[in-house]
């Protein structure tokens, strides 16, 4: 399944995205920033603050102190010089590169309520985007799935911002439940190399993944990206993997590979439940090591009013494309 026109139109912001989608995500991004200055609750502020760097400052001038000028901007040796205080002007730093590494391999083809977890990344990176692109930041991408991983060049302006979401809803369309199995992976590290090579100093990456085949080896490279830009890990789970019901069977495939579960059954559900849970642990703890603030999102919850909430925002969500949809 590779053409729109084979994607049926009430699945968008469900099981799918088109590029049309996630342009209308502009509106919803309205209120949202990354820039450091939210709230207490924020995942962004308090132990992170100090994480997440922010534009850099130009020096633009020494001049006369004026009042309301930052006493700590003093420039003393000016100041004992000429008798008079002086100050060390600065303009913030514009146009920081913004890298999206967005996962659309299969792993993120699942979910069992409101949406995927690949549309929620693709919403988490749309968001993102028009975030970046309204605080005048170049904007890029890293897409990838099971097969291959495709690279957007960051760029500030709109038809630049288009062709990401088209490569995100290219790779969206492209899973399916039939896929066949995939003996030599393109896993999350294939993606963070590729970030390792293009981020030299100061950009901001967001790296938004199930973070499903996360190892040592993508400690390291998160932390290598880390010591010169800022991170952002966006963790996507389903609500089973902290609560699997145990009621009824479930049919659970791999390409043409099929089997019948018993979530009924003890010997089924426990193990499953241990399972899951474990590894949504493991992975948390994982991102935790690598010193990268995380944000974790469901799949049962809107996307905005999740990224709302955990960047400590106090704008209240507005209603996104999935959610007028669904009323």
């Not at 919850?301 to 209603?319: N, Y």
Request: some cysteine.
């Amino acid at each position: 399944m590779s053409s729109v026109d084979a994607i049926a139109p009430d699945s968008i912001g469900f099981a799918y995205v088109d590029a049309g989608y996630l342009a209308r995500l502009e509106f919803a991004a309205r209120g949202l920033t990354f820039l450091p200055r939210q709230k207490h609750r924020s995942i962004l502020s308090g132990q992170h603050s100090s994480r997440l760097r922010g534009r850099g400052l130009n020096f633009e001038e020494i001049r006369a102190y004026q009042q309301g000028d930052d006493f700590r901007t003093i420039d003393w040796h000016v100041t004992l010089r000429t008798g008079e205080p002086h100050v060390r002007a600065y303009t913030e730093e514009r146009d920081r590169p913004t890298i999206f590494v967005v996962d659309q391999s299969m792993s993120m083809f699942f979910g069992s309520q409101r949406a995927l977890k690949s549309v929620v990344a693709a919403e988490i990176a749309a968001l993102g985007a028009w975030m970046a692109f309204n605080a005048s930041d170049r904007v890029g991408a890293i897409v990838f799935n099971d097969h291959e991983v495709s690279h957007v060049r960051p760029h500030r302006s709109r038809s630049r911002l288009h062709q990401i979401f088209g490569v995100i809803s290219r790779y969206n369309q492209a899973l399916t439940a039939s896929s066949a199995p995939v003996a030599e992976k393109v896993t999350l590290n294939k993606a963070l190399e590729e970030v390792l090579r293009i981020a030299f100093h100061d950009c901001l990456v967001c790296v938004i993944s199930d973070f499903a085949h996360a190892d040592e080896r993508t400690l390291r490279l998160m932390r290598g990206i880390a010591a010169h830009n800022d991170v952002i890990a966006a963790m996507i789970f389903d609500p089973l993997a902290q609560q699997l019901a145990g009621n009824g069977r479930v049919v659970v495939s791999q390409g043409e590979l099929q089997i019948e579960l018993d979530l009924d059954s003890g010997t089924v559900h426990e193990p499953l439940v241990e399972l899951f849970s474990s590894r949504l642990k493991s992975v948390a703890e994982l991102v935790r090591r690598s010193a990268v603030p995380m944000l974790a999102f469901t799949t049962a919850e809107d996307t905005r009013a999740q990224l709302a909430r955990q960047l400590g925002t106090l704008v209240p969500p507005s209603a996104s494309p999935a959610a007028r949809m669904a009323r």
